[in-house]
């Protein structure tokens, strides 16, 4: 066979393959799905489910794919009133007020910003809620680089007024849900690039233009008591310790761009903050310890990491085609850090081999300085090392629970004309725990307080009164 005809039937059997196999040759490469994969419904038409699919069989993807729906139901313009997002309506979301008062009740309902406050550095520490910003004191605040302090915002569900129903059971309600919001001072310039709120703020005159820097949500479910932990951030907030990256256009709000490098001068402080009564100071240096609040050797670690970067990922695509003027578009330039739950809720929360997702989650302006999170220490600083979750078998909802800190203040709140109530003899506070609540379900709600009268023969409980 000569060259020629070699060519020949070469080139007749190439086009064969073509004119059989078309694909073979013309069509392009398919990307693979993502693993964990979003829905552009959650953003149009969020719908969230009230239990974490699969229930026992839930994967990591279940979970987030779970926050960030409930995210965007929160976030949503409310259809009774639209110029509000769901998560601001009172009614069903009342925000916390100072210690004292009553924050159920609607006419007290005002606008409240903290500042951050250190929390307890050992889990027995008392929860102490902020002070407001007017007179803030000893404890550490934070500041954005044009020097203004970060304000906090506590929100929790309508469920939680009702006291005593919720101490009777042992966990709270299924749906259950808690807020905390950060915001920082912008211009006018940044408003495109925030969800942004106008708030006349304790020592401040006027109203101050806020944009949303840090959102905190924890919610219960049936399967969940322990409650799924999940914190978002702005994009903006602050880089990555071990890999800064490239600053966004308007530069990093908490990270100047001499600390914003690999290797910052030990001059930076980095994640320090002190005590400050004042609403301006010297800006802070922070950055992000673990990247999506999870080290290399935790459990199913890899998992993690795929799971919330794609969901980032493909929400913030799913977002930023949207027209400018959507009001949920400006949620592309927030990100999900991440979220934390239990493999086993019979077993507490205090074993840091039974938590799941990001084990050393934190929140950049929320927790600054509790984000070296050392599995080794009796104090380990994530979410469920200053909300502890008994287990099943105990309560969760006893004023000496360390789960719900808002309940506590809540109940505080609604105890201002607090009565003995006589409950027969009681010996200790594991018996208290059993007894007082259903002695105090009709007088609205134990104060966790109780004393014995006549030894051996009567002991009162605390009860709110009303």
């Known amino acids: 066979m000569n060259a020629t005809r070699t060519f020949r039937v070469a080139w007749l059997l190439l086009l064969t393959l073509v004119l ?6 013309c069509a392009p490469a398919q990307a693979a799905a993502p693993a964990c994969s979003a829905s552009q419904d959650w953003i149009t038409n969020p719908n969230p489910p009230s239990e974490i699919p699969n229930g026992s069989n839930a994967q990591f993807c279940d979970f987030y794919q779970f926050a960030w729906q409930w995210f965007f139901q929160l976030v949503s313009p409310s259809q009774g009133d639209p110029s509000l997002r769901n998560f601001q309506v009172n009614t ?50 934070i500041f954005d680089q044009n020097g203004n302090v970060a304000f906090y915002e506590i929100r929790f ?73 999940a914190t978002f951030e702005h994009r903006s907030n602050a880089p990555d310790c071990s890999s800064p990256g490239t600053a966004p256009a308007g530069g990093w709000s908490f990270t ?6 690999d290797n910052p001068p030990s001059t930076c402080n980095l994640n320090q903050a002190t005590p400050s009564t004042s609403l301006t100071g010297t800006p802070s240096e922070i950055c992000r310890v673990y990247r999506d609040g999870t080290d290399p050797s935790d459990h199913e670690a890899s998992t993690n990491y795929a799971d919330i970067d794609g969901l980032n990922s493909q929400i913030q695509g799913f977002l930023s085609a949207m027209s ?76 000496w629970a360390k789960l719900s800190h808002i309940f506590d203040d809540v109940m505080q709140g609604q105890c201002a004309t607090p009565q003995d109530v006589q409950a027969g003899p009681i010996w200790n506070n594991s018996q208290a725990a059993q007894t007082c609540p259903q002695v105090c379900s009709g007088n609205g709600g134990w104060n966790g307080n109780w004393k014995t009268t006549e030894p051996g023969v009567m002991s009162v409980c605390g009860c709110c009164g009303g």
């Open 20 to 25: 059989v196999s078309p694909l073979l040759v």
């Open 92 to 141: 069903n979301y009342p925000i916390l007020q100072a210690t004292g008062t009553n924050s159920c009740d609607p006419a007290n309902q005002a606008e409240v910003m903290f500042v951050h406050r250190e929390k307890p550095m050992d889990a027995n520490t008392p929860f102490t809620l902020p002070e407001r910003t007017g007179q803030a004191g000893g404890g550490a605040t």
């Open 157 to 229: 569900s309508q469920s939680l007024c009702n006291i005593p129903q919720i101490q009777s059971a042992l966990n709270y309600p299924s749906g259950t849900t808690e807020l905390k919001t950060a915001w920082r001072i912008i211009t006018d310039a940044d408003k495109p690039n925030y969800f942004w709120i106008e708030a006349n703020v304790d020592g401040v005159p006027g109203n101050e233009l806020l944009g949303m820097a840090g959102f905190h949500m924890a919610i219960a479910t049936t399967l969940h008591p322990e409650f799924i932990w």
């Open 256 to 261: 100047s761009p001499t600390c914003a490098v």
């Open 324 to 399: 400018s003027d959507n009001p949920m578009a400006v949620w592309q330039n927030y990100m999900n850090v991440g979220a934390l739950w239990e493999n086993d809720v019979t077993q507490p929360s205090s074993t840091f081999a039974n938590q799941r997702g990001s084990m050393r989650l934190a929140n950049t302006v929320m927790e600054t300085t509790f984000q070296n999170v050392d599995p080794t220490q009796s104090f380990i600083s994530n979410c469920f090392g200053c909300h502890n979750f008994s287990g099943s078998g105990n309560s969760n909802t006893i004023p």
